[in-house]
Every structure is written in structure tokens, then in C-alpha cells.
């Protein structure tokens, strides 16, 4: 279950995408008992806020879908509630894929960051060779891959 702080981050956001986020939540909550305790870490931010990351470099955008409440970002703990800083991309696959199979049952666009040209309900298991994919193919157009495996938004297609 995502906490209150989780689910009032979501309350911002565009329905489809809470809807989404919240399904994701049980089912990974099914498929991994023993897995993280993931949570919102960021929903709807303002202006100000982009500015910031960007500043940061912790985002490279000042145009964020987060900014018009299509994107959210996970967060991990550990029973404890310690927050975990080092999570491997191991561990965003699996959201990930619980995140598409949310996305498939409700029939929502949703585009991970981790692999931006791709649908989420079009990708396949193993969701690390996506990943690999996604940085080949940037590779091959002269492009530098940014994977952001804690990013989830609405396709910028179905969701302009
Ligand atoms: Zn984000």
C-alpha cells in the first residue's frame, strides 16, 4: 500500500496515472511480498522546483511532464523505512514491469524512463535488455541515453 504522503502526491496528479501507480502498487505488493516498500517521491512540482533539479542536474529538462501533473517518481525503502539510495536498475524493472501490467489492464499510455521511445505496455521481460536496447539505439543516433528508472509518466501522444 502506498502511505498517505504517497497517495496525496498522487491526488495531484492526472487520474489515469494515480489509477495506474495504484495498481502497480498491488500487484508488485503480490508478485514481491518480501519486495521494497516503494513510494511517490515527486508528483506535481512548480516551476521553481524544475528550476532546481535542473540546477542540481537532477533533471534535464525545465519543461518537465511533471510540471502539467503527467509524471511521477518512485522512491524505495527498506522495512526500516530507511530510504534506499542505491537501488539497482534491477529493482526499477520490477515496478517497471508492474507498472505495465497496470498499464496494459487499464489500457493507459504510460512511458518509463528508463526507455522514453517505447510505450511501457510494449516492452518485454527482460526489462534489463530494454534498458540496453533503449541506450543502443541513442548510441546509434549520436544521442547520450538518460535513464531515469524511478520516472513513470502519461505518453506526451495519448496524454499531450
Ligand atoms: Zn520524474
Same mark, same amino acid.
Given at each position: 500500500?502506498? &502511505?498517505?504522503?504517497?497517495?496525496? @502526491?498522487?491526488?495531484?496528479?492526472?487520474?489515469?496515472? &494515480?489509477?495506474?501507480?495504484? @495498481?502497480?502498487? &498491488?500487484?508488485?505488493?503480490?508478485?514481491?511480498?518480501?519486495?521494497?516498500? /516503494?513510494?511517490?517521491?515527486?508528483?506535481?512540482?512548480?516551476?521553481?522546483?524544475?528550476?532546481?533539479?535542473?540546477?542540481?542536474?537532477?533533471? !534535464? =529538462?525545465?519543461?518537465?511532464?511533471? $510540471? =502539467?501533473?503527467?509524471?511521477?517518481?518512485?522512491?524505495?525503502?527498506? !522495512?526500516?523505512?530507511?530510504? $534506499?539510495?542505491?537501488? =539497482?536498475?534491477?529493482?526499477?524493472?520490477?515496478?517497471?514491469?508492474?507498472?505495465?501490467?497496470?498499464? !496494459?489492464?487499464?489500457? $493507459?499510455?504510460?512511458? /518509463?524512463?528508463?526507455?522514453?521511445? @517505447?510505450?511501457?505496455?510494449?516492452?518485454?521481460?527482460?526489462?534489463?535488455?530494454?534498458?540496453?536496447?533503449?541506450? !543502443?539505439?541513442?548510441?546509434?543516433?549520436?544521442?547520450?541515453?538518460?535513464?531515469?528508472?524511478?520516472?513513470?509518466?502519461?505518453?506526451?501522444?495519448?496524454?499531450?
Amino acid at each position: 500500500m502506498f &502511505n498517505t504522503r504517497s497517495q496525496r @502526491r498522487l491526488s495531484f496528479v492526472l487520474p489515469h496515472l &494515480n489509477q495506474a501507480a495504484t @495498481r502497480a502498487r &498491488n500487484i508488485y505488493d503480490t508478485r514481491y511480498p518480501d519486495g521494497f516498500d /516503494w513510494q511517490i517521491s515527486e508528483g506535481l512540482r512548480d516551476q521553481a522546483r524544475q528550476n532546481e533539479l535542473v540546477s542540481i542536474g537532477a533533471s !534535464k =529538462t525545465t519543461d518537465s511532464r511533471h $510540471i =502539467t501533473g503527467h509524471a511521477i517518481d518512485v522512491a524505495m525503502f527498506d !522495512k526500516n523505512g530507511t530510504y $534506499i539510495k542505491t537501488v =539497482t536498475e534491477d529493482d526499477y524493472c520490477r515496478i517497471a514491469e508492474c507498472m505495465k501490467a497496470a498499464a !496494459k489492464e487499464y489500457a $493507459i499510455a504510460i512511458v /518509463w524512463g528508463a526507455v522514453w521511445d @517505447r510505450d511501457i505496455r510494449d516492452l518485454r521481460p527482460p526489462f534489463m535488455a530494454e534498458i540496453e536496447a533503449y541506450k !543502443k539505439r541513442r548510441e546509434d543516433a549520436g544521442k547520450k541515453a538518460f535513464i531515469d528508472g524511478v520516472h513513470f509518466e502519461l505518453s506526451k501522444r495519448e496524454y499531450p
